[in-house]
Every structure is written in structure tokens, then in C-alpha cells.
């Protein structure tokens, strides 16, 4: 008897068998079919993996070993170290608090940058050109770094124009001629202004100078996020001291207990 | 003399428990190969087979799978670390210390989950940045972008949560920042607040929040994430390239 592969159907029921569906594979799987330069997973996938799992287990194992982590004195609700601060990851949001209100500083701009515009940037740059490319080709490179040039520059500006006006005494200049008093025009108009003013600015220099498609002008603002995002962290660890005040970052007074 | 270990070798593989284990032989040839990725569950979250440019460390960075293999070592140490920690004003700061100064390399436990937490948001912002700037969120990747950003938005939760729990004026202080800023949500600020803190103070029920959100809660959610994200990469045709 010769023995066949695979499941057989059970003596009498050979007939039963039937075609329930026809699924096309890519409906399902989308696969890109291009006939390719492969590699084995075993061994060279998993070489890989396990010498840059174990490079990095002895990193770890040094670090630990050379640095302590920080333990501080009990909490006490009654001594404020004067500045208090957030953990590294979120003194970008403490730098903006100084800057506009709390709430849409702290809440609303993260809330619209993490669940609003970075998950939709795939369904608004939806062509498939340049995916699997560095910056997708040289205009991209020239993009990415004008933008990160200019966001950089811009939100240290901006930090310190602020820090400027407020030392001349603007926020009690407002509080008696502005409409709103200190409130309406210095912490929501203004801020939001900035904010989308100098976004729509970006993307409409990109499109001048570069030429910029689609994936060119989100490749600017993703910049300008990741930008801002890093000089406000800069700024917020090694350039604000007692008060919340500026210092150049190598003469930054230690916290006051 | 070089025989013996060889045959010691060859016994082990044809033992019957070896072969309830293991149902293929050495990986040296295609067929094992490909067996030893598939028939184990470990492995099988890869493919048999990978484009080559894939492998390229300038391409991934490796960036997400450290990222991975940072929240299995922050698993595993924060789980040690777990034994020696109770969520309690009275004794949370003092479990510290004692981790410190008393538990056997209690202090190398503490530091490698401190430092692996700092380096896990580093390394996820880091494959975000890779993954946009080679384009790898375009179709059919998109839905796995959007999970990639819930898991940016996790790991910075997991940190924060587990920032609180030594009860020292580190921990006090910079929680309080955030509370400041949750009490600030417009309209619905006091109930936020409430919610996360579990009163209008950071105090004992702060302290049990956080720390339940932060051994459960979270890890579940995001270990329920990853696991979506890795299929994902499966079935999106695995890491992205030239077209
Ligand atoms: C806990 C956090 C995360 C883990 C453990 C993780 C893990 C991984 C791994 C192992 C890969 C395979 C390729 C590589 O290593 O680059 C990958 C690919 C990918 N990740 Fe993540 N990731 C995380 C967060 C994110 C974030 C924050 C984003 C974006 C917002 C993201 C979007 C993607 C996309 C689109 C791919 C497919 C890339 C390609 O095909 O080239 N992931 N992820």
C-alpha cells in the first residue's frame, strides 16, 4: 500500500470534501511577491539577535554595576525641592507648562500629538514610493535637515524671547491692556498661534524650497516633532534651576531642598 | 578521544525524550532549519525565511527588537523585585533600602530595572525614528504604525508609574508635576485627577494605583500590544523594503 501525505479524508467521506471559499492569498496576507535575495532566519537571523541580546545584557550588567540608581531622602509632602521635576521623558510637557496654560500644555497638545497626528500619518501619506529608503531620496535628506535646523533654532528662540518678555514685565503689562487679562491672549491665543502658525510656515517652506510632495511636508513636521521634542527635554533638564529660571547648562545652580 | 563527546551527542539526539522535544535534527541543512523556526513556539514569531536587507543593522538599527528585549529583562528583574515591595506609604521607601542594604545583589536588581526603563523609552522613541524615516509605516503598514504608537504611549506610562513607587522625594516630587498637570485637564480635571490618584493628594492610594498600574495593568496591556504588533509584522510581509 502506498502511503499518502498529508490529512486524508476518513474511508466513505472522499466525496465530501468541497470547496468552501476562494480567498485570494492578498486579501488576507499582504505579501509583496518579488522574486529576492533571501537569508535562512536560522542561522543568520538568530545570530544576530542573540549576539546584539547578549552585547546588550553585559551593557546593562556594567552600567548596573558602575551606577546607582537614585534614592533620595523619605517623600515629605512639607519640603518642595525647589525645582521639582518630571522625569526626564516628560520635561518637554513641564517646559511648555511655563509657557502657555497647564491644561494645554500638559494635556491637550500631548494628547493631539500621541492619538491624533502621529497615528494618522499613514493614512495621509498613503503612497507606496520611497518605503524601505533612508529620507526616500536626496530632497528627502535636504527636508529633513532643514526642518530639524529650523525647529531647532525656533523653540530655543522662542524660550528665550519668552523668558525675555516676562523678565520686562509683560505678564503684568497684559493683565491690565489685554482683553482676557493674562489669561486669554498670553496663555491660549498666542501659544496656539505659535504652534500652528509656525507648522503651516514649515510646510510651506518645504513646498517652496523642495519642492515637497506629501510624504516630503509630514517628513518635515515628524521632524519638527522629534526636534522640539528633544530641545524642550535639553532645556527642561540642564537649563532650568531654582524657580524654574534659565541657566547655561554648565552653570546650572544644584536643587535647593 | 574526540569520539566520545560525538557519541555521547548522538545518543542524547536519538534518546526518546530528546525526540518527544525536538522533531527534527541538527539545523544544518534547509529542511532542519527551517524545522527548528517553525516547529518552535518561540521562534516561529519569525519566518523561515528573511529578504536580506532586513538583517542590515543600518537599516532596523535594531532598534525594536532591543526594545523588546528590554521589556523582557524589565520583566524579569521587575518581577524579582516584586518579592522584596510592598505598595504601602509606611513601607515602600523603607523596601527600598532594605533592597539596597540588605537583599543579595538587591542593589544590581534595582539599578539594571531603573536603567532598562530609561533605556527602553530611549530605544522606542529611537525605532519610531527609524520607522518613519524609512518609510516603513506606508501600506500595508499602517495599522501597525498606529499600534506602534500606543505602545510609544505605554512605555512612557510603564516608566512614569513605576517613577513613583521608592516613595522618595525624587519619586514625590516628580509625581507631583503630573498631578499637577492631570488636575489641569479642562472641564473634567478633578475626576481625572481622581481617577489616576485616587484623591485630591498624592498619598497611599496614589501609591497602590500606580503601582498596580504599573506590575499589571500596563505590562498586560502592552505585552497584549507587542504580540499584535509582531503578527502584524508577519502579515504585512515582514520588514519593509525597497519596493
Ligand atoms: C514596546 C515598543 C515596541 C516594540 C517592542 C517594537 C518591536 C518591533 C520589532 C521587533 C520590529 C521589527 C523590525 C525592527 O526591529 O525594526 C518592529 C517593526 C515595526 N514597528 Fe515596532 N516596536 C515598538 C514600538 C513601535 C512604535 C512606537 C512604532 C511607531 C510609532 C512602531 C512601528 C513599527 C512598524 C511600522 C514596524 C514595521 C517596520 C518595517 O516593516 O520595517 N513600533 N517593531
Known amino acids: 500500500m502506498t502511503l499518502q501525505r498529508g490529512p486524508q479524508p476518513y474511508p466513505g467521506q472522499e466525496k465530501r470534501l468541497r470547496l468552501l471559499a476562494f480567498v485570494r492569498q492578498d486579501s488576507v496576507v499582504r505579501v509583496d511577491k518579488r522574486v529576492e535575495d533571501t537569508a535562512m532566519v536560522w542561522p543568520h537571523l538568530l545570530v544576530i539577535e542573540f549576539i546584539v541580546a547578549m552585547l546588550w545584557l553585559v551593557a546593562l550588567f556594567v552600567i548596573s554595576a558602575l551606577f546607582n540608581a537614585p534614592l533620595q531622602d523619605h517623600a515629605n509632602p512639607d519640603r518642595t525641592p525647589n525645582p521639582s521635576k518630571a522625569p526626564w521623558y516628560l520635561l518637554q510637557l513641564q517646559e511648555l507648562l511655563l509657557h502657555m496654560d497647564k491644561g494645554l500644555a500638559g494635556v491637550i497638545v500631548p494628547s493631539v500629538w500621541i492619538f491624533f497626528l502621529l497615528p494618522i500619518i499613514p493614512y495621509v501619506d498613503r503612497s507606496r514610493e520611497g518605503v524601505g529608503t533612508w529620507f526616500t531620496n536626496s530632497t528627502g535628506k535636504k527636508i529633513f535637515l532643514f526642518s530639524a535646523v529650523y525647529t531647532t533654532v525656533l523653540t530655543f528662540a522662542l524660550i528665550f524671547i519668552d523668558a525675555a518678555a516676562k523678565s520686562a514685565g509683560y505678564i503684568e503689562w497684559a493683565s491690565q491692556n489685554l482683553p482676557g487679562g493674562k489669561v486669554l491672549i498670553p496663555d491660549y491665543v498666542i501659544p496656539i498661534t505659535v504652534m500652528t502658525g509656525l507648522s503651516v510656515l514649515l510646510v510651506v517652506l518645504v513646498k517652496k524650497l523642495f519642492g515637497a510632495d506629501t510624504r516630503g511636508w509630514v517628513n518635515a513636521l515628524f521632524t519638527g516633532f522629534v526636534f522640539a521634542f528633544l530641545v524642550l527635554v535639553f532645556v527642561g533638564t540642564s537649563m532650568r534651576g531654582p524657580g524654574m529660571d534659565l541657566y547655561a547648562p554648565w552653570n546650572l545652580p544644584t536643587t535647593i531642598e | ?243
Open chain 2, 1 to 243: 578521544m574526540l569520539e566520545i563527546p560525538a557519541q555521547i551527542w548522538e545518543k542524547v539526539r536519538r534518546n526518546y525524550i530528546w525526540r518527544s522535544l525536538f522533531r527534527h535534527g541538527y539545523p544544518d541543512s534547509r529542511k532542519n532549519q527551517s524545522l527548528a523556526v517553525f516547529t518552535n513556539v518561540f521562534l516561529h514569531l519569525h519566518p523561515v525565511k528573511v529578504r536580506r536587507h532586513a538583517l542590515a543593522i543600518p537599516y532596523t538599527w535594531c532598534m525594536g527588537g532591543l526594545s523588546f528585549f528590554l521589556f523582557l529583562v524589565l520583566t524579569l528583574t521587575g518581577t524579582l523585585l516584586m518579592f522584596y515591595y510592598r505598595p504601602t506609604t509606611e513601607w515602600a521607601y523603607s523596601d527600598i533600602k532594605d533592597m539596597e542594604t540588605v537583599v543579595v545583589f538587591g542593589q544590581l536588581l534595582r539599578n539594571m530595572h531603573r536603567w532598562a526603563a530609561h533605556g527602553m523609552v530611549i530605544t522606542v522613541f529611537l525605532h519610531m525614528v527609524r520607522v518613519f524615516y524609512t518609510g516603513s509605516y506606508k501600506p500595508p503598514r499602517e495599522f501597525n504604525w498606529v499600534v506602534g504608537t500606543l505602545l510609544f504611549f505605554l512605555t512612557i506610562m510603564l516608566s512614569y508609574t513605576g517613577y513613583l513607587l521608592p516613595w522618595d522625594q525624587l519619586a514625590f516630587w516628580a509625581v507631583t508635576v503630573g498631578y499637577n498637570i492631570a488636575a489641569a485637564t479642562p472641564v473634567i480635571g478633578n475626576e481625572v485627577a481622581f481617577l489616576l490618584f485616587g484623591g485630591f493628594e498624592l498619598g497611599p492610594n496614589a501609591l497602590l494605583r500606580f503601582y498596580v498600574l504599573h506590575v499589571v495593568g500596563l505590562p498586560l496591556i502592552t505585552a497584549f500590544l507587542i504580540a499584535i504588533h509582531f503578527w502584524r509584522i508577519r502579515k504585512d510581509g515582514g520588514i519593509s523594503g525597497p519596493l
